[in-house]
């Protein structure tokens, strides 16, 4: 791919909505002090039963070109696709109504794509924006994550998660499958190659802040495929059984010196159990 400059490669972000009427404001406040210019935001409403979309129709935010539509919940891979088909741009960028940016974010993200080192991006350097909170460092903690980041240690630097790509590339494999938990995946799948990590794009992304965020979110996890099928089920059910719950719960809780995370623990895992099972029973993945 030849050398091209910033202002020849305007980029659309598409962000999904599902009952986001606290962040989504802030998410788009955000966005408008870029200092890379030439992008346009498009947020999805995925059929919230919240204020999200009284949010979204009276918001007003200075120089931020936003579009805004509203689809009945049906995932947010099935939201970034309808997104993308009023996108302009040639690179598309994909967020999460619950990340705040650093101003140099969106400039970086793109900058490997623009110069031609690659076709796909993804960034390293994601933070969590509410570490104050106990829930959300518990959430560290039960991902194995690093801390105050959203990943491990010695995360590799390419990866099957897209935050930015090529237009033209995502309409050469029909974009995601809409799925619910893995449906971000389906884009590395379909493609064949990894996401490139792009140095210095930093961004600032919400844990779980709440026993009842921790709940629904775990629930929503479970509710996905596995691998071994109702194998698979049947492992994920016995480690989120509540012996092993507690027996982890405290265990981690005493290594990381936070004995609250025995309560995480024990309804995070509780929330995976109900997630797996209505997977059984129903034979609906979460969306």
């Known amino acids: 791919m030849a050398f091209l400059n910033y202002k020849e490669m305007k980029t659309s972000l598409i962000i999904p909505t599902y009952n986001e009427e606290k962040v989504i404001g802030k998410c788009l406040r955000s966005l408008a002090n870029q200092?890379?210019?030439?992008?346009?935001?498009?947020?999805?409403?995925?059929g919230s039963t919240d204020?999200?979309?009284?949010?979204?129709?009276?918001?007003?935010?200075?120089?931020?070109?936003?579009?805004?539509?509203?689809?009945?919940?049906?995932?947010a891979g099935a939201a970034r696709n309808l997104g993308t088909k009023s996108a302009t741009g040639e690179i598309l960028v994909f967020v999460d109504?619950?990340?705040?940016?650093?101003?140099?974010?969106?400039?970086k993200l793109v900058e490997p794509i623009v110069l031609g080192k690659a076709k796909g991006t993804f960034s390293k350097e994601e933070y969590v924006s509410n570490w104050d909170n106990i829930w959300a460092r518990c959430w560290n903690i039960n991902e194995n994550w690093e801390e105050k980041r959203r990943?491990?240690?010695?995360?590799?630097?390419?990866?099957?998660?897209?935050?930015?790509?090529?237009?033209?590339?995502?309409?050469?494999?029909?974009?995601?499958?809409?799925?619910?938990y893995d449906d971000d995946w389906s884009l590395y799948r379909k493609l064949g190659y990894k996401a490139k990590?792009?140095?210095?794009?930093?961004?600032y992304h919400k844990n779980p802040e709440s026993l009842s965020e921790v709940y629904n979110h775990a629930k929503w996890v479970g509710k996905r495929k596995y691998k071994m099928g109702y194998l698979g089920y049947l492992v994920a059910l016995?480690?989120?059984?509540?012996?092993?719950?507690?027996?982890?719960?405290?265990?981690?809780?005493?290594?990381n010196m936070e004995l609250r995370f025995l309560i995480f623990k024990i309804v995070y895992d509780f929330g995976l159990s109900i997630g797996v099972l209505e997977m059984i029973l129903k034979g609906k993945m979460g969306k």
């Open 35 to 46: 200092t890379y210019k030439d992008f346009e935001v498009i947020v999805v409403d995925d």
């Open 51 to 75: 204020k999200t979309w009284e949010v979204l129709s009276e918001l007003k935010v200075e120089n931020l070109k936003l579009k805004v539509i509203r689809e009945s919940h049906l995932g």
């Open 97 to 107: 109504a619950d990340m705040t940016f650093d101003k140099d974010f969106l400039k």
């Open 151 to 180: 990943h491990p240690k010695n995360y590799p630097d390419f990866q099957p998660v897209f935050r930015a790509i090529l237009k033209s590339e995502f309409e050469r494999v029909n974009g995601f499958e809409a799925g619910g």
């Open 197 to 203: 990590n792009a140095e210095g794009a930093i961004f």
């Open 238 to 255: 016995i480690r989120a059984s509540l012996p092993v719950s507690l027996v982890l719960g405290l265990f981690k809780g005493i290594k």
